[in-house]
């Protein structure tokens, strides 16, 4: 029985979200960023509502896969690193184990650990798993931080095209002579949000979280309007 004098320790922990969680805030910031500020150059360029619509419409799509192909190859490689790593550690634990439980001290002793101590920990451990073990201490490779390349490019394909669908929303509905300005103060709330929600998820302060977003997302729109009213057609 437990005494009364004891009280579960409970924690939560946000590593475990870091894989999904930037992916998603990733492809979601994207989608808003890159197709209200495609609506708001081309509305600036003076083309048709049509026009506006159906390039937001591509911008989705083309966006959707192109981070769904981004995401799957770069976190591919890191998990094709990461097996390579684990292969080789394999080959050495069965190799030269002793010069392998040498390793594995020297690191807990560098972590603060007397040569003794690390030395019973070191075997303990290998004795439980020695590849996990080095893994975790020698290769910095865990459970919650390894590589999911599937994870990242079905949440970011996702996230992106959310995302993206809220500034498309909001050009096919609001009027055309205002168009520019509603798809750009609606972008600069969404991303606000999302800076927010993402923080909060993340454990780190809101209003930091949708200020940076916010304004990297306004400086973008302002960027692509000169532009497309630079190379646009006369009124």
């Known amino acids: 029985m437990i005494s009364a004098t004891r009280r579960l320790h409970l ?3 946000r590593t475990d979200r870091i894989g999904w969680l930037r992916a998603a805030v990733l492809g979601a910031n994207d989608g808003i960023v890159s197709t209200a500020s495609l609506v708001v150059g081309v509305a600036a360029a003076q083309s ?12 989705l799509v083309a966006g959707a896969m192109s981070m769904a192909a981004g995401e799957y190859v770069s976190v591919h490689s890191q998990a094709d690193t990461e097996k390579a790593d684990l292969d080789r550690e394999h080959a050495e634990l069965a190799a030269d184990p002793a010069a392998e439980a040498r390793e594995l001290t020297d690191i807990y002793v560098g972590r603060g650990l007397t040569p003794e101590l690390a030395l019973q920990v070191s075997e303990h451990l290998m004795a439980h798993d020695a590849l996990a073990a080095h893994a975790r201490d020698e290769l910095q490779v865990s459970q919650a931080l390894a590589a999911r390349p599937v994870q990242a ?10 995302g993206a669908a809220l500034p498309l929303a909001v050009a096919t509905l609001a009027p055309r002579a205002s168009l520019l300005y509603w798809v750009a103060a609606t972008a600069m709330v969404f ?5 927010a929600v993402a923080a909060r998820m993340g454990g780190a302060g809101m209003a930091v979280g949708a200020g940076r977003v916010t304004f990297w997302g ?5 960027i692509t309007a000169g532009v497309g009213a630079w190379f646009g057609a006369p009124v």
């Open 48 to 59: 048709s509502q049509a026009t506006i619509v159906m390039t937001a419409v591509a911008g």
């Open 153 to 162: 490019a079905v949440t970011s394909a996702a996230a992106f095209a959310v």
């Open 191 to 195: 991303l606000a949000l999302l800076g």
């Open 11 to 13: 924690e939560r922990h």
């Open 218 to 222: 306004a400086l973008a729109m302002a």
